[in-house]
């Protein structure tokens, strides 16, 4: 199984919606990195939770981790086209290690 | 800027050669670095761990004479995808960490990951 999950797999969500994605982890989370990818091509860093609580914030995205419950949340206010694409969570499981996992992916389509 | 070089983006090979793929720090030294792969439509799936001066770390699965991987200067890290076959056509990407001890603050994160090379075996 996989130790890193996320959901949902995919969401196709109206232009202006919120959206919410979770990543939960089967091990303690040291460190969890979301990004945004299309298939082929790079990541593009959105935000790195260290903390239990700890909450970020970048334009119109915010991402939370929950350390308890071993597991982060990524929320996207008033969906654009352009967010449209692949998230992934990363989550070092080894404490410092820097040795990152990723979660099955979330695929998001917003229409127009 | 980029802090992670991957080279090549793209390559097309045929069957039976092989391919190498380079992965550099460009100013910063990386101990270690991470070899991912990535299928259509799923994840990245973590490789193998290259350590500089030692031989790399396999995850399950991973055939280690399939994918070679060396780590010969604290700046370079090269996979090479050995006798390739279609199947071994993928999305293959890096990553390195700034070192322990080293401040990343100019960095935004500790990690950073190269843009990946797209390989296609005829």
């Known amino acids: 199984s996989q130790e890193l999950e996320q959901s949902p797999q995919s969401l196709i969500v109206q232009e202006g919606k919120n959206l919410t994605i979770n990543c939960t982890s089967s091990k303690t989370l040291y460190g969890l990195y979301w990004y945004k990818q299309k298939y082929g091509e790079g990541l593009i860093f959105l935000m790195m939770?260290?903390?239990?609580?700890e909450e970020k914030s970048h334009e119109k995205i915010t991402a939370k981790l929950d350390e308890k419950k071993q597991q982060s949340s990524l929320h996207i206010t008033a969906s654009q086209p352009s967010h449209a694409g692949i998230y992934l969570c990363g989550a070092d499981l080894t404490s410092g290690t820097y040795k990152y996992i990723f979660g099955t992916g979330t695929r998001l389509k917003v229409l127009a | 800027g980029a802090v992670v070089s991957q080279h090549p983006s793209w390559v097309i090979c045929k069957s039976g050669t092989s391919v190498k793929i380079e992965c550099r720090s460009l100013d910063f030294q990386a101990t270690t670095m991470f070899w991912y792969r990535q299928f259509p439509k799923q994840s990245l799936m973590l490789m193998a761990t290259s350590n500089e001066g030692s031989k790399a770390t396999y995850e399950q699965g991973v055939e280690k004479d399939k994918f070679l991987i060396n780590h010969a200067s604290l700046t370079l890290s090269t996979l090479t995808v050995t006798s390739a076959h279609p199947e071994d056509s993928s999305f293959y990407i890096c990553?390195?960490?700034?070192?322990?001890?080293?401040?990343?603050?100019?960095?935004?994160?500790?990690?950073?990951f190269g843009n990946g090379t797209r390989l296609t075996v005829t």
């Open positions: 990553s390195a960490p700034i070192p322990l001890g080293q401040s990343w603050s100019s960095y935004n994160s500790p990690l950073h």
């Open positions: 939770l260290q903390k239990g609580g």
